[in-house]
């Protein structure tokens, strides 16, 4: 069961983006062909566990899946591909000021699992003092951080890492993300086996190769989007 407070008028971008991420936690869960109930959807490690997530995120940005919108609601709008590109360009902009950032959140949430963390506030002062921005005085994000204490203490990182092995689980799709063969294979090997095999195993399996941290990269130099999208062929080896 999903719950959400969505608008009831029409979602938009975010909040679309926000339903097919959440919908990716759903389908992990729904196609678990697990033995063990145990082991079943998101019962996985929790770095990997926001991959299929965050993975499922780009079929509410990739022309393709858009424009099914058009069959269930064929009254509708259609889509207008222009504004699909105008929209991933507005998504790209600004993305190393987003990622510097979850690194340094990570690095924090890091920094407290240490042997000795001394106090929250002081060790945030000092390293937020040493990014580009610099620390604001009187602001005080450590209060704000529910993540710490909300069952990702020392795996913050995990959002990070997930997204590469998500955006390298996106190549084999190529410029379709509606390949059936491709959804099959993912869901047979990804999905169906939720925690009974290591996540680095069935990532191995899906692609056939090693992964790579190549779309990552492309994603946050704001080389990788609906207007140039990424091929399997570049991504051998
Ligand atoms: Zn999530």
Redesign the pocket.
């Given at each position: 069961v999903l719950v959400t407070n969505f608008n009831r008028d029409g979602l938009d971008q975010n909040e679309l983006e926000t339903l097919f991420?959440?919908f990716g936690?759903v389908l992990h869960g729904v196609l678990s062909q697990t033995r063990y109930l145990l082991h079943a959807g998101t019962a996985v490690r929790r770095d990997f566990v926001?991959a299929p997530?965050q993975m499922y995120e780009e079929w509410a940005r990739r022309p393709e899946s858009l424009k099914l919108f058009n069959e269930t609601c064929p009254s509708c709008k259609p889509i207008d591909l222009k504004l699909v590109e105008r929209m991933d360009a507005a998504r790209r902009f600004g993305q190393g000021v987003k990622y510097a950032r979850q690194r340094l959140f990570a690095t924090y949430d890091m920094a407290l699992a240490s042997e000795k963390p001394g106090d929250p506030m002081d060790v945030w002062v000092a390293m937020e003092s040493k990014t580009i921005v610099g620390h604001v005085q009187g602001s005080q994000f450590p209060g704000t951080f529910g993540h710490i204490v909300g069952g990702y203490a020392a795996g913050y990182y995990g959002y990070m890492w997930s997204e590469v092995l998500a955006l390298d689980m996106l190549s084999p799709f190529g410029d379709n993300l509606m390949n059936p063969k491709v959804g099959r294979r993912y869901r047979d090997i990804v999905l169906a086996n939720g925690g009974q095999v290591a996540p680095m195993q069935l990532v191995k399996q899906f692609l056939g190769r090693e992964p790579s941290p190549e779309a990552f990269f492309q994603e946050i130099t704001g080389q990788r989007g609906a207007a140039r999208p990424i091929s399997a062929k570049e991504h051998k080896g």
């Open positions: 991420h959440e936690h926001e997530s």
